[in-house]
């Protein structure tokens, strides 16, 4: 999809920016070619070898554990606590 000088006018007037000549003409030729290969996607004119980059999962599996035990965990570290729960220092209000 080849964008007019103007379509490039009316984005920089939308986005609040100035635009050189030279910029005009960058900006026009990538954002075509980003909308040419947009439309080929949409299309289905891309084989899955030409999308696909090998990219693999790097996130962990998710695994269920019981919050109770992490919560027990978290309150035997911490330096002060009361009834099964962290005491802190009162911070907002009054300081009685």
Do not use: H
Not at 40 to 50: A, D, F, K, V
């Amino acid at each position: 999809m080849k964008l007019t000088p103007e379509d490039i006018e009316n984005l920089g007037t939308l986005s609040r920016i100035s635009l050189s000549e030279n910029e005009k003409e960058t900006l026009g030729r990538e954002c075509s070619a980003i909308l040419d290969y947009v439309s080929r996607l949409e299309g289905g004119s891309l084989e899955l070898s030409q999308v696909y980059v090998g990219e693999k999962n790097i996130f962990r599996e998710d695994v269920v554990a019981s919050s109770g035990e992490q919560a027990k965990n978290l309150v035997s570290l911490s330096p002060r606590t009361k009834n099964g729960f962290v005491e802190v220092v009162k911070v907002l209000g009054d300081n009685d």
